[in-house]
């Protein structure tokens, strides 16, 4: 017997022990779902003491690259079930589409999860809302939802005056909120709810304008709607949402005295100044989840915004889209447990995503960070240019000097010739950017009005904007689908007898074979103005791009090697050229007879000194920068040389890029995966990638496509052009190009470990990839096991 005892007295002292350190440690917290409301909920939980959020779960490899990018610790999932495992957190949020709600907090149950915050509305079906409170009820655990509003200082202060009968008692409610049902409707209502202390629901009525509806979310949502809900003891609730709204979010509450107005930034109380302004977002989430966090722990008796109460309030959407469907009133609460927006859109179900998520497209290995693995790369380096006391204390010589203008100024002048100098050019002109230093070159080549200016379909607007602005029709050529790069047998496929120049960009810093591209354009007598814009003391054969054509065009713009904030410079090669170029910026303004004689057609792109200040001590530290680039871009490139379906430029001839950004291609049938798979993987690692320069070519643009269709007639050459509008089917190189292209961010701040992180990132899913792919090859083939006989 006493041992029994002694039995049962050491059973409950561990007990309690067990109670008094789920008390005092930290909740481990885990989010499932990371798009819109995913971050509020980790800066939420990140800001109480009680709480540590270890885990992040969402369908999107780039959602997870962002969370772990601001949390180094988190570790991050694409299978929420796989986070469950390996997290094991005390507490998850559920910020999921809607759909899938019911699943998830089931699988978080299995886990052993103890309490659930999750995103409004719980359901919108009735089945859906009596499971999730019957799994809460079954193993134990606390639900509540994201119904903010109810901690919101300003219902909080109306609630508390229509209690206290301050306006007397309610006999009439307005309210309206943009956005669907589906989506802001919840929390009308649930805070309609709020302010009336939960009373319950008779009646309803709802008329949905589905016209065009779209999908959001998943769910087929509405116009607009407008109608009733009847509260016991005869309230009535008018409402209107989503097109309908004057405003995003208001509730006029009318008693037998006076009426409130309330809403997120509105608050006018009988007898009392209204209260316009956002509350401090902060705080009344702060209390959100830290009663919740109490509640979950034992330390409070309820919780405001708990499941039961949510449920009703998803109720009162379910059945508004019960009474649409129906065309008129329904009685609550309805017994109706379908799926009853699919009746009411007259689809077979109202999802059109799989109840429950899934990650079956991902690579599984373990060693990613998609799976619980280490992210390859910590913290990114900083693509901030180097600004410091050169650039400083040449802004203020020329504030001291009160010569801002570079037309009676030196320090422009002295920029050109040193630019000039370093590049051994005999003329440099400095402009405003990079689009008005190649508007200048084509200024200086006098062309006429339906001229042809061949160029890439893939750079920066500001390459072809200049061939439009001199009344010129642009022309585009290929690329090659490995370098980006303009290629002589592309060019020379796109001359005609109307090609006058070639605008060729060494996109992201590296040369393009200018040989052969030369000695075509020298033999057919065309112009070849250099787009150095990306490509800063990048070399070809030992000579500096931007010395080979006429012009080199550079800009000096923000993103690039060295900047002056904006700015350009044109180099002129060809002395003859240089009179018109300098003219051309000043709106074809000769100065040098002292009257006002403009010889012709101009643009006034003329820099400032205090760009010229900041741009000459920039390229003074331009020969280092590059250097940094190179050595580390160098380094990269040695190691991803090695990596099966990793595909880099290769140059036949000897070049020296000047890495405005690092760039490879993908080998998707090598791999397995798709390159914007690549680019969501390397994200989740810590890389900042990007998937191809461009959306889409240049002359897809809608300034191009509007002019071929008359809406916009700004550019006559252009529109009367008779040459066939171009088709993205007829640049196959350019095609192959942004579909397989991936681009890092590059700066002379990177350093060995940030190379080193990358070319781990980059292994790490080129195993995997091959991996998975080389499992699903074997699973295929597997021979299948003939059933028993019975």
Partial sequence: MGSLTRRVKNRIRREMLRKSIWARRPLRVGIIGFGGIGPDHADAFGDLASTHLVAVSDLSPERLGRAAARRQWLRTYVEHTRMLIDAKPDIVSICTWPQSHRDVLLDAARM???????????????????????????????????????????????????????????THVRAHIRSSLANNGPHLFDTVRFLLSDRPVTEIFCDCDRRNYVMDRGLPVEQSASGYVEFQGGVRVTFVTGALAPSFFEIEVEGLKETITVGPEVLKLPHADPMIGKADQALYRNRQFGEFIEWVRGRRPNYDADGVTAAESARVIVGLYESAAVGGPIKMPSPNKSDVMATLFGLEQSSDTATSPTSATWPTSRDLAINGGKRALGRWFSTAPHIGLAEARGVADVLRSKQLSSTEGRVVRDFERRFARDYGAPHAVASTSGTSAVHVALGALNLRAGDEVITTPVSDMGTVIPILA?????????????????????????????????????????????????ELLRSRNIALIEDCAQAHLAE??????GTFGDFGCFSFQQSKQVTCGDGGVTLVNQPDHHKRAAFFIDKGWDRAGGGRAHLFFGMNYRMTELQGAVARAQIARLSDLIRARRTQAHALAERLAKLPGIILPTDDFESRPAWWMFHFNVDEQLLGISTSQVVELLRSEGVQAKHGYLKRPLFSEDMFTLARSGENTGYPAYLNSDLRPPLVADYPGMQEFLERSVLIFWSDRVEQRHVEGIALAVKKISEAARESQQSAKLAVGKPQLSPVPA
């Fill in 540 to 545: 070809y054969k030992g000579k500096r791009v």
């Fill in 112 to 170: 052993g999860v103890k309490g659930v915050m999750c995103e409004k509305p719980l359901a919108l079906q009735g089945e859906h809302l009596d499971s999730m409170l019957a799994i809460c009820s079954e193993f134990g655990i606390k639900l509540a939802c994201g119904h903010q509003y109810r901690f919101h200082p300003n219902f909080v202060r109306a609630r508390a005056a229509i209690r206290s009968g301050a306006i007397g008692e309610v």
């Fill in 470 to 518: 001199c009344n010129c029709t642009p022309v585009f050529a290929d690329i090659d689908p490995v370098s980006g790069n303009l290629t002589r047998e592309s060019i020379a496929a796109a001359i005609t007898p109307r090609t006058k120049a070639v605008i060729l960009v060494h996109l992201f810093g590296r040369p393009a074979d200018l040989d052969p591209i030369c």
